[in-house]
């Protein structure tokens, strides 16, 4: 080699070790114009096309190399050229051949790294395992056989290799965060937390790892430290939308004010986020602010008009408000983007049913339980229907379905009741799984339960644990959430009637099945607001929102009834303070539990109420009472129009026209007069 030949090989090297690849790569050229055939010039030139990542170029001068001599060097050099090209066939054959010369971890994790392309997990596998068997303490083929198994759903092999990088290398954050997600796929949450945990103590500053904390810790029900996360995050990405929407998960159902709060900082990052959008529209509707979530929601369509979801909320907002015409044309818009979606025809046949047209809103609903069998709320309000039309059988059958739901089965499992079971001489557990009213509504067909089983129990909520308890002593009554005694059968209690081989032409003890201690009921008339009074005319005109969206009364129009003198009125709303007056007084600061409800009652002449709870007391303890009805009402009135089929002592008052209280109003007001 003569001098200028060294001196600019030398020069080449110099420039290829200092990453002046250009330079480097114009000497190469010039030396082997020089030399064709020099090996060494062709192998670096094909090495630094490999850093240039032209792998195409690198074949080309590291296939005249190997031709020349086939080293193992340039034979791994070629290989990992024909890897780096997509070429993962060719790639191994080189591999393979190098390996003739000597086994390495390295050969051996390459040839792994091609299979992986070719997604062969059984040769892939395999030779990560032979690098490892030559090098134990070889991280990347550890940390690689793990994300293989993880691959192919191995979660146990996946986790076992993950922890054996760990003895490798016990400082590596990204390997932790990896743990904690095999911990989290396998349900182990706790370990994923410690996991996790581990990662953040060698990383603090990755805010993903305090996210991913906060959902677990959430998820465990760890709710302060899970926010504590989140915060977190948010502080090392003050931008980090999902973390926002997570707080705010942590809060909507007790807190939706903070909430709202960490939404709002969401929606201001992205306000034409759609998850955000709705989230902060749903949360301002559960705060009853409908014109609000309406107004957002609008402010959203404006700028993407196809939101389906959007459109459907606007129409559950306004179904809120009784507004029920606007509801179905939103329903209508929504429906005309996806015409199929069953969660939005069921609001269309809600809309339809609260708008007066049942027989429209039948056929909807009939429409989505026969196409979509899992649809359990279309059945359910169907069933509602047919009930409401006094067609028990095909109404019950459906109305049944609101208990199968998989937390019953998984409470109850194989000792829920159906109508094939025989429930003579059997111990019988009754679950409410439903509100007040309907349980003293069913409580009338108690004994004639008691005659046919061995024994029963009758789990419920614990404002009624007392009075029931003291009307059925022969029935075990206690508290949802206390362990019952054995039992045989449990039986949702709203299936009593079929159990009973009971319709609605034979229902049992429409008045006086229900009686309060005598005690209490002298107690009570000697309260200074009842002592002494006559014509005692107790008032409920409010629900509660979520629940009773058309069957509450504006306070101004029942307000009116007190105008008349001749009568004492008392409020019996829970929630509702009222000012005053001379006949007009708060009853609520007595009432502890239904048990002092139905004594207070016995105290009054009448009662005058919306659909509530305590229509069903006044009934079942035969006092007088005016109910003032919907247009569209529960099912349990029937479409009756002044008599009611359930108690012989409540007298029907309907809306002719949806939402018109002032004439319902007006009209009792007349019947007492």
Not at 467 to 487: A, D, F, H, R, T
Request: some cysteine; glycine content about 2%; aromatic content about 12%.
């Amino acid at each position: 080699m003569n001098l200028h030949y060294k001196e600019l090989s030398d020069r080449a090297f110099y420039y290829h070790s200092n990453n002046k690849l250009d330079e480097a790569e114009n000497i190469y050229k010039q030396l082997l114009n020089i030399n064709p055939d020099d090996i060494n010039i062709l192998n670096l030139l094909g090495l630094l096309y490999l850093a240039k990542n032209k792998a195409q170029d690198a074949i080309t001068y590291l296939s005249k190399a190997f031709i020349l001599k086939k080293t193992p060097y340039i034979v791994s050099n070629l290989a990992k050229a024909y890897y780096m090209n997509d070429e993962p066939l060719n790639a191994i054959k080189l591999y393979k051949m190098a390996l003739s010369s000597g086994e390495t971890d390295d050969i051996y994790y390459s040839i792994a790294l091609a299979y992986k392309k070719l997604k062969d997990y059984d040769s892939l596998i395999s030779n990560y395992k032979k690098a490892l068997e030559l090098n134990p303490k070889h991280y990347n083929a550890c940390y690689n056989l793990s994300i293989a198994y993880k691959e192919l759903g191995k979660s146990d092999m996946a986790l076992f290799y993950a922890e054996k990088c760990v003895e490798i290398k016990n400082n590596d954050d990204e390997l932790f965060a990896l743990i904690s997600g095999y911990y989290e796929d396998m349900k182990c949450y706790t370990s994923s937390i410690e996991a996790l945990r581990r990662a953040i103590l060698i990383n603090n500053n990755n805010y993903l790892y305090f996210y991913n904390l906060g959902v677990l810790l959430a998820r465990t029900g760890k709710i302060k430290e899970a926010e504590a996360a989140y915060i977190k995050s948010i502080e090392l990405n003050k931008n980090h939308i999902e973390s926002y929407v997570n707080l705010a998960s942590l809060y909507k159902n007790n807190d939706n004010n903070k909430a709202l709060e960490y939404l709002m900082a969401a929606y201001k990052i992205a306000p034409n986020e759609e998850n955000i959008v709705l989230s902060l529209a749903q949360t301002y509707r559960a705060l009853f602010q409908n014109s609000t979530s309406i107004d957002i929601l609008n402010k959203f369509l404006n700028v993407k008009p196809l939101s389906v979801e959007a459109y459907a909320l606007l129409a559950i907002n306004y179904m809120d408000l009784g507004e029920y015409s606007n509801a179905l044309s939103y329903y209508d818009i929504a429906l005309n983007l996806a015409p199929e979606n069953y969660n939005i025809l069921h609001g269309k046949a809600v809309a339809l049913k609260y708008l007066g047209n049942i027989s429209q809103a039948k056929k909807l609903l009939e429409y989505i339980v026969a196409n979509d069998k899992n649809n359990i709320q279309s059945a359910i309000t169907l069933g509602m229907m047919y009930l409401t039309d006094r067609e028990f059988e095909n109404g019950m059958a459906l109305y049944s379905l609101r208990s199968k739901d998989s937390k019953f089965k998984d409470v109850f499992k194989n000792k829920i009741w159906n109508k094939n079971i025989d429930i003579e001489d059997k111990n019988i557990l009754l679950y409410t799984d439903c509100g007040l009213g309907d349980t003293i509504m069913y409580a009338r067909y108690l004994p004639l339960l008691l005659e046919k089983a061995k024994s029963v129990t009758l789990q419920t909520d614990k404002e009624l644990v007392e009075i029931l308890s003291i009307n059925y002593p022969k029935v075990n009554v206690i508290q949802k959430g206390i362990m019952p005694p054995e039992y045989d059968v449990v039986m949702p209690f709203m299936d009593l009637p079929i159990a009973l081989n009971s319709d609605f032409n034979n229902i049992p003890y429409t008045n006086y099945y229900i009686k309060p201690d005598e005690n209490d009921i002298s107690r009570f008339a000697d309260i200074p607001e009842i002592k002494g009074k006559t014509n005692k005319i107790a008032l409920c005109w409010q629900g509660n929102k979520k629940i009773f969206k058309n069957r509450s009364i504006p306070f101004d129009l029942i307000k009116k009834l007190t105008e008349n003198k001749e009568y004492n009125f008392y409020s019996f709303q829970m929630e509702f303070d009222i000012d005053e007056t001379e006949n007009f007084f708060n009853i609520k600061k007595y009432i502890n539990s239904y048990k002092d409800t139905a004594a207070i009652l016995k105290n009054m002449d009448m009662l005058i109420t919306i659909d509530s709870s305590i229509v069903h007391m006044a009934g079942a303890l035969g006092l007088k009472t005016f109910l003032l009805l919907p247009q569209t009402a529960e099912w349990r009135w029937f479409n009756d129009e002044k008599q009611c089929s359930w108690y012989d002592s409540v007298r029907i008052f309907k809306q002719k026209e949806a939402g018109n209280w002032y004439e319902v109003i007006k009209q009792a007001e007349r019947e007492l007069c």
